[in-house]
């Protein structure tokens, strides 16, 4: 037992929690029929080839699974690199409960990009090729290397948890855990870095259709608005995942996380505010210098004006008054919304203001298949998040190793 709380640790003898998941609860009941669909159109994508469940085509070869799977993804699973850099490099005080369940839902957010990815290639097999027949000019080579070596690294960081319940059943796994904890400023370097690079050249992938993407949206500086987009994702996210959690698995935070929490609300969300508010500006200036005042006018202006407005200038202002008077309701709220904006923005680029010129019977539009294989990767994320913190020390600090905690 924690000292602090009554949180069920898993001891040699009964290392599983199962359940949690009994399907007496009507929650566990619609995860598991979400999860059986899933499992169909999965059998079904896999056999009768990509056409059968997408309306993917010549025009739109990127659609919903990569607008949502992997922009979004990569982009609001950006709470592992910010919060680790914020406490091991910035040293940001009182936020260290944040840092294991930010890195967690990371690495289960790439984790998932990768394995949603699968979904989108025609001969998934060949996810490899990239390691043996290396595009090195391609920006898309580039992603997908950084992607790889950064889960590399996620999982390095995250695996000390598991090792710290599997410890209580193979005791050798602790030799590995203090190692770990030693490279630990090291992975947080490199994940910044990497960060940097893959985060940017996402956006990057699209400078290369001038044409097909709207004007409001297209610009040079597309990478550098990825990157700093996602930063406010990740910040919002620590704000967002904290509060379903606080909510679903109140039970196995101790002391020191719920202490923690309303200060790890406050510092994020008032740095979530100034990266908004220098987002809204930069893509501000950019609509000027790019001379695409005139767009504004149109249909997809009065959209660009919604996206600023509502899903980045609103969160931006809500966040700065959330944080100043300590209100945490109003942070919350404003995480919701920023998180919102990201989606918003990820579509508006991979879908919406894509191939813009097109007639409308032309242009993309999911499948309700495509949104159903979204819908089960995201509850396979949410299970798989269940299981960690229902079993691994995630939310509170293993009493054994308590004193060791860096």
């Known amino acids: 037992m924690s000292h602090d709380i009554n949180i069920t640790i898993p001891t040699k003898d009964k290392m599983l929690n199962l359940g949690e998941f009994s399907l007496k609860r009507p929650g566990n009941i619609i995860t598991a029929i979400i999860l059986v669909v899933g499992f169909i159109l999965t059998v079904i994508r896999f056999t009768q080839g990509i056409g059968s469940i997408t309306n993917l085509d010549d025009n739109a070869p990127w659609g919903m699974?990569?607008?949502?799977?992997?922009?979004?993804?990569?982009?609001?699973?950006?709470?592992?690199?910010?919060?680790t850099v914020a406490c091991y490099v910035l040293k940001v005080p009182n936020i260290h409960s944040a840092v294991r369940p930010a890195i967690t839902t990371a690495f289960l957010g790439?984790?998932?990009?990768?394995?949603?990815?699968?979904?989108?290639?025609?001969?998934?097999l060949r996810l490899p090729y990239m390691f043996f027949f290396p595009g090195t000019t391609s920006v898309l080579f580039?992603?997908?290397?950084?992607?790889?070596t950064y889960l590399t690294v996620l999982f390095i960081e995250f695996s000390i948890a598991?090792?710290?319940?599997?410890?209580?059943?193979w005791a050798f796994l602790k030799a590995w855990r203090k190692p770990l904890i030693r490279v630990g400023i090291l992975l947080t370097i490199m994940g910044m870095c990497l960060s940097t690079l893959h985060q940017s050249s996402l956006g990057a992938l699209y400078l290369i259709a001038p044409?097909?993407?709207?004007?409001?949206?297209?610009?040079?500086?597309?990478?550098?608005?990825f990157f700093v987009s996602s930063m406010a994702a990740g910040s919002s996210m620590v704000i967002f995942e904290g509060m379903f959690a606080h909510k679903g698995v109140h039970q196995y935070m101790d002391h020191l996380h719920l202490q923690e929490a309303n200060e790890v609300v406050f510092?994020?969300?008032?740095?979530?505010?100034m990266i908004l508010f220098s987002y809204f500006m930069l893509k501000t200036i950019d609509m000027f210098v790019q001379a695409n005042l005139h767009y504004l006018w149109s249909g997809y202006g009065m959209w660009w004006l919604v996206e600023m407005i509502f899903f980045v200038l609103t969160p931006a202002l809500i966040y700065a008054k959330g944080s100043r008077e300590k209100n945490v309701t109003l942070c919350r709220i404003g995480s919701v919304n920023a998180v919102a904006g990201i989606v918003l923005n990820r579509f508006n680029v991979s879908m919406i203001a894509y191939n813009w010129q097109l007639p409308t019977a032309e242009r993309y539009f999911p499948s309700i298949w495509e949104v159903c294989i979204s819908i089960f990767v995201v509850t396979l994320i949410v299970t798989?998040?269940?299981?960690?913190v229902y079993h691994m020390p995630v939310l509170y600090e293993h009493p054994e190793f308590r004193e060791e905690h860096h």
């Open 65 to 83: 699974w990569i607008g949502f799977d992997l922009l979004c993804g990569v982009c609001l699973a950006a709470g592992g690199y910010f919060t």
């Open 110 to 124: 790439y984790l998932f990009v990768v394995f949603a990815l699968l979904y989108d290639l025609g001969h998934p």
């Open 142 to 148: 580039e992603v997908g290397l950084c992607v790889a």
């Open 162 to 169: 598991p090792i710290e319940w599997l410890s209580q059943k």
């Open 211 to 225: 044409n097909k993407l709207h004007p409001l949206w297209y610009s040079p500086f597309m990478p550098m608005f």
């Open 267 to 273: 510092k994020f969300a008032k740095a979530a505010s």
């Open 384 to 388: 798989v998040y269940r299981f960690i």
